[in-house]
């Protein structure tokens, strides 16, 4: 890939880190209208929940009891949104790598899926930055083998009606900083600037680098960084084909719900699992 030539960034899916909580989450995201998969388990240890949208997904992610050692590097940040994962594509790694960008090699790993012809393999290829690149959380590159074992019409009907990610919010003291990484991911102009905060496009979602004042006003709700100040990815936004059956699924389930700002409705981290929550009408 040349400089002029890379392919703009497209979302995959987002994790929440429920940590040794999959009964919790799985129970809360229920409350808040998902449709959820059964229980996938990872050959690398760890086991998730997902719910899928049109062409990204979020993962419930954490690990059942006497199995927190499998991948002990995820369990390190705090509870709640830690992932964002775009879509990888034919020469990513090696353009990545010829930008300074620090990544390890990709990585291929599996999950058992059962449908009702019988027993698959759901596998995966990553590419993940380096530990430590960014703060409370990771960001990675992830190519579907099987797609057809994810994104399944039977699996992307929600009771609350959502359809896609419209945002994925980052709380920073500094956003200049915290864009500059992905700034060398997708190349200069990938990202604007407005009143000091900053986003760019992934695919029909926006990426919000924010400061916590930015982030609050947006959300209308609360976000808490990291430890001392950290970076923390902190809230999702997500459409819904019908916000009136979003309401009464939410509020017929006893979820707490507040007006977003402009238009929606939002729930508080402590309901979805220590991720800001909101939705918007398409």
């Known amino acids: 890939m040349s400089e002029t030539a890379v392919p703009p960034p497209m979302l995959d899916h987002v994790v929440v880190n429920v940590r040794g ?40 992610l954490g690990y059942e009891p006497g199995k927190g050692g499998g991948r002990a590097d995820l369990w390190e940040h705090p509870a709640g949104l830690t992932g964002l994962a775009f879509k990888d594509d034919d020469g990513r790694y090696a353009d990545l790598v010829a930008r300074g960008v620090p990544v390890t090699p990709p990585a291929e790993f599996s999950r058992p899926v059962l449908l009702a012809d019988g027993p698959h393999d759901a596998r995966f290829r990553v590419v993940r930055l380096s530990p430590g690149e960014v703060q409370n959380g990771r960001t990675f590159f992830c190519h579907h ?106 509020t017929g389930n006893g979820v707490t719900v507040e007006a977003l700002p402009g238009s929606g409705l939002v729930v508080p981290a402590s309901e979805a699992a220590g991720a800001v929550l909101g939705f918007v009408p398409l």
Do not use: C, K
């Open 21 to 60: 909580a999959l009964d919790e989450a799985f129970a809360a995201y229920q409350r808040l209208g998902f449709q959820l998969t059964v229980r996938g388990h990872h050959t690398l240890g760890s086991a998730n929940h997902l719910a899928i949208f049109d062409t990204a997904y979020l993962e419930l």
């Open 145 to 250: 083998y099987t797609p057809d074992l994810v994104w399944r019409p039977e699996w992307q009907r929600h009771p609350n009606t959502a359809v896609s990610v419209r945002d994925f919010v980052i709380a920073t003291r500094d956003p200049a900083r915290t864009a500059s990484l992905y700034e060398r991911m997708f190349g200069p102009g990938a990202l604007r600037s407005t009143g000091g905060n900053l986003s760019f496009a992934a695919g029909a979602t926006t990426i919000h680098i924010l400061t916590p004042d930015a982030a609050e006003a947006r959300l209308g709700m609360p976000v808490e960084l990291g430890p001392d100040g950290t970076d923390r990815m902190v809230a999702l936004v997500l459409r819904v084909s019908d916000i009136a059956a979003t309401g009464r699924v939410l």
